[in-house]
């Protein structure tokens, strides 16, 4: 069973740094990963979505990348501002296509 | 402009007492889901509908019920709530299952049991 793994737990940076969010994940027999902001007590919100056959995927100041063969993808924040902060969690499906499996998340704080 | 919406925003019940949330959706997706969230947790997969066709988790306890009368709504159903079952209970959506397509959420339902 998929199984996703985000570090750090939690992170709080100045205002105007670049940052790197992480997420691994066991089974590489993926499809695509996503990248959703959740902000407290909401939704979540698609971010970012990184087809298999890409190595990233850029919006704005967010740049996601994907290494396959390693498990690993980063999310990339240029320039935080205070309204970043929230919860980031990245998801890939169980198995090939089936339904989404989510991380816990990296809780940021961005300090004016 | 919401596009999926869940009602109530909050919901308190007490134990024992079952309780009905409830999911619609403007995007005419085929999938729709469960997801349930506890505090600093990941959401966890409850069930999910292509059209139809019910997919429960293996590991979703036989508390949890769901029902898809029509493509806009979704229903979740909570025979007797245990004070484990206090969680935020988010509602997605998707054109095809997987990850080849967004989900969309709503703002989720907020349960409190006591």
């Known amino acids: 069973k998929q199984e996703v793994t985000q570090i750090p737990a939690a992170l709080s940076v100045p205002e105007g740094e670049n940052l790197v969010l992480n997420c691994s994940f066991t089974d590489s027999a993926i499809y695509n990963l996503q990248w959703f902001r959740q902000d407290p007590g909401k939704g979540l919100t698609s971010l970012l979505l990184?087809?298999?056959?890409?190595r990233e995927q850029t919006s704005g100041r967010l740049n996601a990348s994907l290494d396959k063969s390693s498990g690993r993808s980063t999310l990339y924040i240029a320039a935080s501002q205070p309204g970043d902060s929230a919860t980031y969690l990245c998801?890939?499906?169980?198995?090939?296509?089936?339904?989404?499996?989510f991380g816990k998340g990296t809780r940021l704080s961005v300090i004016a | 402009d919401a596009m999926v919406i869940q009602n109530p925003r909050y919901q308190v019940t007490q134990f024992g007492k079952p309780v009905t949330l409830s999911c619609s959706q403007t995007?005419?997706?085929?999938?729709m889901y469960w997801y349930q969230q506890k505090s600093s947790q990941a959401p966890k997969l409850l069930f999910h509908?292509?059209?139809?066709?019910?997919?429960n988790e293996a590991d979703t306890p036989d508390n949890f019920q769901s029902r898809r009368p029509n493509t806009s709504f979704c229903f979740l159903d909570i025979r007797s709530p245990g004070l484990g079952d206090a969680a935020m209970y988010l509602c997605?959506?998707?054109?095809?299952?997987?990850?080849?397509?967004?989900?969309?959420f709503g703002s989720g339902t907020q349960l409190s049991v006591l």
């Open positions: 997605a959506t998707s054109r095809d299952t997987g990850g080849n397509e967004k989900l969309f």
């Open positions: 509908y292509y059209d139809k066709d019910f997919n």
């Open positions: 998801a890939v499906p169980n198995s090939g296509n089936t339904p989404l499996v």
């Open positions: 990184i087809q298999s056959s890409q």
């Open positions: 995007l005419n997706h085929n999938v």
